[in-house]
């Protein structure tokens, strides 16, 4: 069964860190391209960062560039969402992706497998 499992979500003030984490399981993603996604109350799902299967290669949307940081290690099956001088407007749930296929911007379509989410809150 293959699984992905976010962790590191929490509640921060303004301007603060954290750290989100996501297990893959049940089978390899080192040749998937991989991203994170969140979704805050009441709206839709929104692409956030995306790494290329061999983490050379990274994308992400305008509002966290130069604040959050992918990465990805792929002997342990595990990418990495870095999130510094966070923002209120950062507050949603946070999603990992694996897409189907190895080129990145596949990320952006948003289907392959998901993750439960983990809760990031932002208070300012």
């Known amino acids: 069964q293959v699984q992905l499992v976010e962790s590191g979500g929490g509640l921060v003030q303004a301007g603060g860190s954290l750290r989100l984490s996501c297990a893959a399981s049940g089978r390899t993603f080192s040749n998937n391209a991989m991203g994170w996604f969140r979704q805050a109350p009441g709206k839709e799902r929104l692409f956030v960062a995306a790494?290329?299967?061999?983490?050379?290669?990274?994308d992400y949307t305008d509002s966290v560039k130069g604040r959050f940081t992918i990465s990805r290690d792929n002997a342990k099956n595990t990418v990495y969402l870095q999130m510094n001088s966070l923002k209120p407007e950062d507050t949603a749930v946070y999603y990992c992706n694996a897409a189907n296929s190895n080129s990145i911007t596949s990320v952006r379509a948003a289907l392959g497998y998901w993750g439960q989410g983990t809760q990031v809150t932002v208070s300012s």
């Open positions: 790494i290329s299967w061999r983490g050379t290669i990274t």
